[in-house]
């Protein structure tokens, strides 16, 4: 059975001594109210990592980067390994995310090297894909997903892949207040199962978590996290308010 996976991406938010308040709150409330078959992620800024880890109860919630160097040590200033990662006590990498693809000019060919790195290194990356408006509009937007998957993860054996964690966020939803339609999510989602049963087999696309990212709430989760090919969501802002967390983690 796939994994229910519900992870919070904090992105440039909150100082380390509100990281840790924050992380203890989701503790508490996960230990004491969280459904007890979804899987808690918890996407920190570097700076936090170690310390929510030693918060947070390991057996029922896990720490992400939310990114990692394509190099595996050296000369690289201000990068930050997968082995560095690693020994914050972390077990998830976030990769991909829309905003490193555009902010930062995040390639498939250094996306490729960060995934290789990060299986090695025994995480489960997060990989992100999806389009942004005008390729939505186009009613191209599975073309693009199909090109991002084959550029990257589809480059990876079976063995690989299975370690893995998709996560599809429409950009045009992300941060903006809209959200895809139950009905757009489900297709996508549907769309990329799909694909991985068509390149590998469909044993392996029953396997693998496909998340949906984009304005997830409180509100929307559970209709959401009903549909047959979402199991689970990548969360921004309602990521950072506890109790919020808490609803979409229960909405299942």
């Not at 978590?209 to 090919?229: H, K, M, R, T, V």
Request: proline share 2%.
């Amino acid at each position: 059975m796939r994994k229910k996976i519900v992870a919070g991406n904090w992105k440039c938010n909150t100082t380390i001594q509100e990281g840790i308040e924050l992380a203890k709150s989701v503790n508490d409330l996960v230990l004491s109210k969280g459904a007890k078959d979804v899987v808690v992620v918890l996407g920190t800024p570097f700076t936090h990592l170690y310390s929510v880890n030693e918060v947070i109860d390991n057996s029922r919630i896990h720490s992400a980067a939310q990114n990692c160097a394509a190099e595996a040590k050296g000369a690289f200033t201000g990068e930050v390994s997968v082995s560095m990662v690693k020994s914050t006590g972390a077990s998830y990498v976030i990769l991909g995310h829309s905003e490193r693809r555009e902010y930062y000019h995040e390639t498939s060919e250094s996306l490729n090297k960060k995934l290789a790195l990060t299986l090695e290194q025994g995480l489960t990356p997060i990989y992100c894909c999806g389009e942004a408006l005008a390729v939505r509009e186009a009613e191209t937007q599975n073309q693009f997903v199909k090109q991002q998957l084959d550029e990257t993860i589809f480059n990876l054996t079976e063995d690989q892949l299975e370690k893995i964690v998709i996560a599809y966020e429409p950009i045009w939803a992300i941060g903006t207040g809209k959200t895809a339609s139950t009905q757009q999510a489900q297709d996508m989602l549907a769309f990329i199962r799909g694909l991985i049963a068509t390149k590998y087999s469909d044993a392996v696309a029953q396997k693998i978590s496909i998340l949906y990212g984009g304005s997830c709430s409180a509100s929307n989760a559970n209709d959401l996290f009903s549909q047959p090919d979402i199991d689970g969501g990548l969360i921004g802002g309602a990521s950072l308010k506890s109790e919020d967390f808490l609803a979409i983690i229960n909405a299942y």
